[in-house]
């Protein structure tokens, strides 16, 4: 069995973007990939640990964070 992720990021326009512009972005990704031969299973959430970052001689240093993406799932 072979698996297939890809990250889903959606553009919402804040002022007359709805949740449905939102679906029909995941929407089409999927249909791409079903007619690429790929099956949808899921959209899973990855939760990720950024490490900080130090800076150049301590300037312009970040902290460390975490941050959740979502991933699609197809399987071929």
Known sequence: MEYKVIPFV?????KKGT??????????????????????VRLESVTTYVQPDSGCF?????????????MIVFQG
Do not use: C, M, R
Request: charge should be negative; avoid cysteine.
């Open 19 to 40: 949740s449905n512009n939102v679906a029909e972005q995941l929407e089409e990704i999927i249909n791409k990939a079903e007619e690429q031969g790929w099956k949808y």
């Open 10 to 14: 959606a553009s919402l326009d804040p």
């Open 58 to 70: 301590g300037i312009g240093g970040q902290q460390g964070y975490t941050t959740t993406k979502q």
